[in-house]
């Protein structure tokens, strides 16, 4: 069964340019996590997806960042425009229920200039 | 103060030793994670525990709730243990997030 995967692995873009990050679940999981982590910091919740409506989204840090999961089943994160401080590895997780463990992908690394 | 402290930050150790990394937290919470993170790779669930104890192969995580504390053992040591070890807990009530530490970096030398 394949994992958590996201694309793309790795991301340099310039401040005030967009950019789209995309995370697919494991198959049949409801639950999808997105995360930061910033240089120097520990990761950070950002946002919980139920199938595709958002359960809790406190933890994005401002309307910049929007992030959608049509369908229910891949979801993307979309950071425009972007700033210096949103460099980061954004990572991705998915779970079946949200008190089973959850499956994290390697992580889109974001540098923007 | 973040709300999920790990100790040591760093740790090195010889091939074989026991290792034991700590974490202590401040909120109540529904469980307990415990995650690795290998140099340029993604995150692997170690353990998710929320009483007790739990083992897998080499490695222990325990919990004990009422002293908000949490440890993982690693028993005879390898290099390729050399990995950031992430305490995470779930805040009892929520849906599922996950407050981090800021993780442990463990180097297991030959």
């Known amino acids: 069964e394949a994992g958590v995967t996201q694309f793309p692995s790795h991301s340099v873009i310039e401040k005030g340019q967009t950019v789209t990050l995309r995370c697919d679940p494991i198959?049949?999981?409801?639950?999808l996590y997105w995360y930061r982590r910033v240089m120097g910091k520990e990761i950070k919740f950002l946002l919980h997806?139920?199938?595709?409506?958002?359960?809790?989204e406190s933890g994005m840090p401002n309307n910049r960042f929007l992030a959608e999961r049509t369908g229910g089943t891949y979801s993307t994160l979309k950071v425009q425009p972007a700033e210096l401080e949103d460099s980061g590895v954004y990572f991705c997780?998915?779970?079946?229920?949200?008190?089973?463990?959850?499956?994290f992908g390697p992580g889109t690394r974001l540098l923007v200039l | 103060k973040n709300e999920v402290e790990q100790s040591p930050q760093n740790l090195t150790a010889q091939e074989g030793e026991f290792i034991t990394i700590n974490c202590s937290y401040s909120?109540?919470?529904?469980?307990l994670h415990w995650l690795q993170q290998h140099p340029g790779g993604g995150i692997v669930s170690l353990f998710m525990?929320?009483?007790g104890k739990k083992k897998h192969g080499r490695l222990i995580a325990t919990i004990n709730i009422q002293e908000k504390h949490s440890s993982l053992h690693i028993t005879a040591s390898h290099p390729r243990d050399s990995a950031v070890y992430i305490c995470?807990?779930?805040?009892?009530?929520?849906?599922?997030?996950?407050?981090f530490g800021k993780g442990t970096k463990l180097s297991v030398k030959p």
């Open positions: 997780a998915s779970s079946l229920a949200p008190q089973e463990t959850q499956y």
């Open positions: 198959s049949g999981h409801d639950n």
């Open positions: 997806f139920v199938k595709e409506s958002k359960q809790d």
């Open positions: 909120v109540g919470i529904s469980a």
């Open positions: 525990l929320s009483s």
């Open positions: 995470a807990v779930k805040r009892g009530g929520s849906q599922g997030n996950l407050i």
